[in-house]
């Protein structure tokens, strides 16, 4: 069996295990990135809108800093994130940003001049200034008080993850395209690497890493409805899972992005509604501004979601043969904006839906979209459990997004964190040492071959793993949505523990030798259904509502019994995750408080630690 | 009722010895808005859990799904099968290595592109985390993500001439990205350091000028454009020493 020594091990080459393998190599660390897919086709490149960093270079940016930007995103995190790490973020996002520039990032710049922009299907008028012209400009983006996201059209990610790839060709970082990892290496202490599966022979390998890093993305696709790609399956968290032993944090903190496409659920992107994009109901009108006067159509997402879900169940949605959806119109910004600004959104919804959004509505529902939860690590991205794995990314409960991602925020912590976390890794590895104990290396290859010779065999059942992952994403759709409460929650635990049972003995249909993408379902699908189950039973526990988390029976922000992280570890033998919590923050800067936006009921923290002397102001 | 569809489906496996190539017959009845994504993970799912093939994004961003569809290289996922007729024949792409059925190793592929045209910015600039970003026009920005869309797919390799005759010619993808970098200011390479590159026969000069990298690429980028401008400088280039002996003081330091 072929075996591979590195200093770093990066599982996943999108853009968190990419900027973290710049950071290590720029240091002179040997560094090997795992890819399921080549590098440039990884899931960052599909992020469209932009990147938040408090530049302040336009207008309509002016006064902005790394305070506001820390701010907002602690408000859209509904106060679930870690402050030290939300701070660290907001401070180091422009620096992020402008690194990336001088890397080659085409970011649109500043015009001096009137323009015109739109909100609320109005006309305004702005004016930039001559001295700020060709500095990178911003876009408005949900749940933010300034215009703060860097965009290059409204292919961010893309341009992001060619430029993060070049770096990584011009450093000579090796990757590994087509190999995935199935197994993390480890003796209940230290983590020495992973047993890896070759995606073009089916070969397994070994590799053997000081430091291993999961930056897989997430884990949408335990939802059948998402915005996610085919690969976003969570495998980065599920080997960790497996460990018994690293915990998944807030899995229950799932975002639903407010304009999915209808059918087929790709996204289009928030800068519609920044650029002044309007939401409307089967009668053509707007409805946002009845719900969120002041924000309207940019309240955060997990807002924006349920006003929707709310309206169309008010009956105001429009009928369509996939059920009601809602229409999302730019036609007011114009044949040139859109073809310049948002031309993906142009493309796609010409390509995929033949709707020309140049003079027609885009039909439009919420979709499974970002996991907040995830690796639970410390703010140098240091995996709880184990010495020596870490975690970045949206594979990573940082956790700066807490129970809701405000838009543009997830490139940047790509970016910020690969950077932040890169660096901790560098430090780490500086003098450190691991013995790789060849009885635990032989233990973990031995296990995988014959989990794998199993399901091949069908050994363990010949449930097919294709009808046990739709009865896995039917539970999730029906029941942990965007509105939850008591009794569908009991019903999706209870029926994904029988799914569970049937992920245990599912069989190959037929066998082929290679790469067998059957085969790679099968390996994953137990630890999906185990994502679900942690999704699912953190949520039926949470007997309150924050950020994305909607509890339609217990409606109010409980800070008195739920200012707490889930944490979830899965113990081997068992049917259900183990549920622990901590404090989400050590930091107070910003006490519990309103959003501003969205049903503000809460019940109040009177702990002094959280809210200091003074009691939180609430309504 | 849809209409009944038949795929025609390249299958070869070489990781088993007894695979031979062949074209195997699928049967689906075509619904609403199907496309090759839906239709080839139905095959797979409900007939042959063995078809090899590759999705991502499934929205036409990430490039991953690109094959040969009734002969002509485009993206799976956003192909329509009502824009086909009933008999769909799917090849992998040539020129690249196949892993098995459909799916082929682009990876390899454009890292080695990547590594050629050394597709980064090259400056003796050191990054300054206190200082503002370099300036830019927004319209030059504009211009350089026009070139920077490139989804590395490979439909443009596929369909050339001289790549699927001389493997190791660079591709209008390498001449794409090499005029991308020629007009960003930040990177300091010169037109000779170019000129090293893509001034060969693997290079803009081996380019027959066939033209079908234009008619297939999925983003529309402008590829025609580059290999004129490409093909126009470093002709310039070559050349260029006998005009700077008459013309001293010539175009000779112009990047």
């Not at chain 1, 030290?84 to 973020?89: D, L, S």
């Not at chain 1, 011009?170 to 047993?195: P, Y």
């Not at chain 1, 794998?452 to 009808?467: C, L, M, P």
């Not at chain 2, 192909?79 to 082929?104: C, Q, R, W, Y």
Request: net charge negative.
């Amino acid at each position: 069996m072929d075996t591979f020594y590195t200093d770093l091990l990066c599982v996943g080459a999108g853009l968190a295990g990419e900027r973290v393998a710049v950071a290590a190599a720029s240091q002179g660390f040997e560094t090997i990135c795992l890819s399921i897919v080549p590098p440039r086709r990884s899931h960052s490149s599909a992020a469209q809108g932009g990147m938040q960093a408090s530049l302040g270079h336009c207008c309509m940016g002016e006064g902005d800093c790394p305070d506001v930007h820390f701010a907002d995103t602690v408000k859209g995190s509904d106060w679930g994130c870690d402050q030290e790490v939300a701070r660290m973020f907001a401070e180091t996002a422009p620096i992020a940003v402008r690194e990336m520039a001088y890397w080659g990032i085409p970011w649109n710049r500043v015009v001096p001049g009137k323009g015109t922009y739109y909100k609320g299907g109005k006309e305004y008028e702005k004016i930039e200034k001559k001295e700020k012209e060709g500095l990178i400009t911003a876009r408005d983006f949900g749940g933010t008080a300034k215009w703060r996201t860097c965009y290059t059209s409204d292919g961010t990610g893309h341009t992001l993850l060619f430029t993060m790839d070049n770096e990584v060709v011009r450093l000579g970082v090796t990757v590994h395209d087509r190999v995935e990892a199935i197994a993390l290496i480890h003796d209940g202490e230290t983590c020495m690497g992973v047993v890896a599966r070759c995606l073009k022979t089916g070969k397994l390998r070994n590799y053997l890493a000081k430091a291993t890093l999961i930056a897989t993305g997430g884990y949408g696709r335990i939802y059948r409805e998402t915005t996610n790609a085919v690969i976003n399956d969570g495998s980065g968290a599920i080997i960790a899972l497996d460990t018994g032993i690293v915990p998944i944090g807030n899995p229950e903190a799932v975002q639903f992005h407010p304009t999915g496409i209808v059918p087929t659920n790709i996204l289009v992107t928030e800068g519609c509604r920044g650029d002044g994009g309007t939401l409307k109901d089967v009668n053509g009108e707007r409805f946002m501004h009845i719900y969120e006067p002041g924000k309207q159509e940019l309240a955060s997402r997990d807002v924006v979601s349920r006003w929707m879900t709310h309206h169309i169940r008010l009956g105001k949605g429009v009928p369509s043969p996939y059920g009601p959806h809602l229409w999302l119109d730019i036609r007011h910004l114009g044949e040139k904006h859109i073809k310049t600004k948002l031309r993906e959104v142009e493309e796609i919804c010409n390509e995929f839906l033949g709707v020309d959004p140049i003079t027609q509505m885009i039909p439009v529902r919420p979709a499974q979209h970002y996991s907040m939860g995830g690796v639970r690590t410390d703010k140098d991205g240091a995996a709880y459990g184990l010495k020596g794995l870490f975690s970045a990314g949206e594979a990573a409960c940082w956790d700066m997004h807490g129970f809701n991602r405000l838009g543009g925020n997830s490139l940047a912590e790509t970016i910020v964190a690969g950077k932040i976390v890169g660096e901790k890794i560098a430090e780490f590895l500086e003098g450190y040492e691991v013995d790789f104990k060849t009885a635990v290396v032989k233990d973990a290859v031995k296990k995988e071959e014959e989990r794998i010779d199993r399901i091949i065999k069908g050994a363990d059942g010949k449930e097919n793993v294709y009808e046990v992952r739709n009865a896995m994403q039917d539970q999730l759709m029906d029941y942990v949505g965007i509105f939850r409460n008591g009794e569908d929650l009991q019903k999706a635990v209870d029926n994904l523990q029988v799914i569970h049972e049937r992920s245990q003995k599912v069989g190959l249909r037929s066998y082929s030798l290679g790469a067998n993408p059957e085969l790679a379902l099968a390996l994953k699908i137990r630890g999906m259904v185990r994502m679900a189950l942690c999704a699912a039973y953190a949520a039926l526990q949470r007997t309150e509502s924050r950020g994305a988390h909607a509890r339609e029976d217990h409606p109010e922000r409980n800070d008195r019994d739920w200012l707490k992280r889930t944490l979830a570890t899965w113990k081997e033998g068992d049917s259900l995750p183990t549920l622990e919590y901590e404090k989400p923050s050590k930091v107070w800067e910003i006490p519990p408080g309103e959003r501003g936006y969205g049903v503000a009921k809460i019940i109040c923290t009177e702990d002094p630690e959280v809210c200091g002397e003074k009691k939180p102001e609430t309504n | 009722m849809g209409r009944p569809l038949k795929f025609n489906i390249f299958r070869y496996n070489p990781e088993d010895p007894a695979s031979v190539p062949h074209m195997e017959s699928f049967h689906l009845e075509e619904t609403d808005a199907m496309t090759l994504y839906i239709a080839l993970n139905r095959i797979r799912e409900e007939q042959d859990p063995t078809l090899m093939f590759d999705f991502m994004c499934r929205a036409g961003i990430c490039g991953s799904c690109a094959m040969m569809i009734n002969g002509r290289p485009d993206l799976a996922c956003h192909t329509k099968t009502k824009a086909l007729p009933a008999e769909i024949n799917l090849m992998p792409l040539p020129v690249f290595k196949l892993i098995g059925d459909l799916s082929v190793d682009t990876g390899t592929w454009f890292r080695n592109m990547n590594e050629k045209v050394r597709s980064y910015v090259h400056t003796d600039k050191v990054f300054d985390p206190n200082a503002d970003e370099e300036r830019m026009s927004n319209e030059l920005a504009d211009e350089i993500y026009e070139l920077e869309r490139c989804i590395e797919c490979g439909c443009c390799v596929a369909a050339c001439g001289k790549a699927n005759m001389v493997p190791s010619f660079m591709g209008a993808t390498a001449f794409n990205r090499v005029a991308r970098f020629m007009m960003d200011p930040r990177d300091q390479r010169k037109t000779d350091d170019y000129f090293e590159i893509v001034a060969t026969d693997d290079g803009i000069f081996g380019c027959l000028g066939l033209l079908g990298c234009e008619d297939v690429c999925p983003k529309d980028i402008p590829l025609q454009d580059q290999l004129g401008m490409l093909r126009r400088k470093m002709g310039w280039a070559s050349v260029r020493h006998l005009f700077d002996k008459i013309l001293p003081g010539g175009d000779a330091k112009k990047k």
